[in-house]
Nanobody, 122 residues
């Protein structure tokens, strides 16, 4: 079964940076939009950023200008560079391949991985 393996989380002070990584199978990575989600304490899981196979990127308003999603086709890995981190960015971060129909809710394609914990101290 295809898996998602997230890594790179940790504890960082406000204003700091982290780079998350997520590896998956080439067959999934090469043909689908890849997305990062996060789930903070007491919150539902929410989409943070997406990148299409063509390199088109979109971000949640809360992270625009601070986070950058990128894809490395050579190793089927998607990254999330997070700068100027804030305490409200504290969450478990997950990636997934998604389908985003027009005028509809995105659909994930794989079972969720374990995620990676990001904790930002004030």
């Amino acid at each position: 079964q295809v898996q998602l393996v997230e890594s790179g989380g940790g504890l960082v002070q406000a204003g700091g940076s982290l780079r998350l990584s997520c590896a998956t199978s080439t067959s999934i990575f090469s043909t689908n939009v890849m997305a990062w989600y996060r789930q903070g304490p007491g919150n539902q899981r929410a989409m943070v950023a997406t990148e299409t196979t063509r390199g088109d990127r979109n971000y949640a308003d809360s992270v625009k200008g601070r986070f950058t999603i990128s894809r490395d086709n050579s190793n089927s890995t998607v990254y999330l560079q997070m700068n100027n981190l804030k305490p409200e960015d504290t969450a478990v971060y997950y990636c997934n391949a998604v389908v985003i129909p027009a005028h509809s809710v995105p659909t994930i394609l794989l079972p969720w991985g374990r995620g990676t914990q990001v904790t930002v101290s004030s």
